[in-house]
Nanobody, 129 residues
């Protein structure tokens, strides 16, 4: 069974930092294009950051560039999203995902993927004072 298990969500103050992790089981992340996505209440899901299977170049959507970093730990078969300088607008449910086919992430957060996909269940991140 292919699974992505997320951890690391929670409550953080504005300006704070948080790291989300996503451990894969049943498959190897290095064979997949990976990404992080988020969905705020009442809004559509948007792309946050992506990394191709070949690595190490990454794409981060505008508004999060310079604050969010996607990475992959091959030894632990885990992907991470490091978030710094968090803002109220970053409050959302964050999802990790892996794709067998092409993954495209545009600067405005629109995304497109092909092939089979595996999604984590989502982690709530709340930025509040």
């Amino acid at each position: 069974q292919l699974q992505l298990v997320e951890s690391g969500g929670g409550l953080v103050q504005p300006g704070g930092s948080l790291t989300l992790s996503c451990e894969a089981s049943g498959f190897t992340l290095t064979h997949y294009n990976i990404g992080w996505f988020r969905q705020a209440s009442g809004k559509e899901r948007e792309g946050v950051a992506a990394m191709l299977s070949t690595g190490p170049d990454t794409t981060v959507a505008n508004g999060m560039k310079g604050r969010f970093t996607i990475s992959r730990d091959d030894a632990r078969n885990t992907m991470h999203l490091q978030m710094t300088s968090l803002e109220f607008e970053d409050t959302a449910v964050y999802y990790c995902a892996a794709f067998t086919g092409r993954l495209l992430l545009s600067s405005n957060g629109n995304y497109y993927y092909e092939g089979n996909d595996v999604w984590g269940r989502g982690s709530q991140v709340t930025v509040s004072s």
